[in-house]
């Protein structure tokens, strides 16, 4: 199988970006795009296997308020460039340009939290079920793979059976956080002793 080239694949997740923006599914995207596409056709390019047609990425630019120019090559600003164009946002004022520059940082923003997550979803799909990952926010998803993440260094190492005791009621912690079953204080204390327990564990 032939792997997508990198330039398609980012075009791939602006374009899954501005539809996530939208809070739409692959099929609901597909009936906006001009002309229409179905949702294996987006899913596509939304994986940069292929991509759309000139007349369909002009659609998809106007339907994310975006340019061409940006769906095709990303911004071209400097991490400085954007921090001084963020201190304009106070504005109620915006012109339509700024208006659309914002629209672009925010997708690019998003698409660059998606390939950093990317390597540690495949770990999270080890630990967690599908099913529990599909229903998570973006801020549980992150949270998931973290515990992912330490949950695959543990069971490499050597580390005591108190920390494990310690680290599993901290697991169930979270789940009991996540359903607000406890409050956030609550939490607060268990990651206290969490911490205790590491620094116990591993000085």
Known sequence: ?????????????????????????????????????????????ERGINLPNSQRIKSIAEIGNVSVNFLLNGTQMSIKDIKKFQSTLSRDNLTDEEKKRVKEISIETRSAIQSVNEPFDKVSRQVFKNSFLAGLSPEELTLANHISILLSHISDSEVSDS?????????????????????????????????KCIDKNFE
């Open 163 to 195: 920390f494990l005791k310690g680290f599993a009621v901290y697991l169930d912690e979270i789940t009991h956080l996540l359903s607000g079953s406890i409050s956030k204080k609550d939490f607060r204390e268990c990651q206290d002793a969490l911490s």
């Open 1 to 45: 199988m032939v792997q997508p080239k990198p330039e398609n694949i980012m075009i791939g997740k602006r374009i899954k970006s501005i539809r996530i923006s939208k809070g739409i599914d692959l099929a609901k995207f597909g009936k906006m795009v001009n002309p229409p596409a179905s949702a294996s056709i987006v899913s596509r390019w």
